[in-house]
């Protein structure tokens, strides 16, 4: 499954569906428009079981790897 959208899409869908998904892969391509938003604002994802196995700066996004521990 494919998610585009915004921060707050993404929050969503990452609080809501945490507990279904083994791997989130986040691309993250910054654009500077007002203030922005936290990408993961409130929510705690070490503590719904992820961590960060994989992370590649790219030149025009960073891509981070969070896998679900088993």
């Known amino acids: 499954m494919q ?6 899409a993404a929050r969503g ?3 809501i ?3 279904i998904l083994g791997r989130l892969h986040l691309a ?4 500077l ?5 936290h ?4 929510i705690d994802m070490r503590a719904l ?5 994989e992370h590649i700066a790219g030149a025009r996004a960073t891509h ?3 896998r679900k521990r088993s």
């Open 17 to 19: 569906g945490a507990w």
């Open 64 to 66: 981070v790897i969070l």
């Open 13 to 15: 869908f990452a609080g």
């Open 39 to 42: 990408l993961l604002n409130g």
């Open 33 to 37: 428009l007002g203030a922005g938003e």
């Open 3 to 8: 998610l585009l959208g915004a921060a707050l």
């Open 49 to 53: 079981g992820y961590e960060c196995t």
């Open 28 to 31: 993250i391509a910054p654009v």
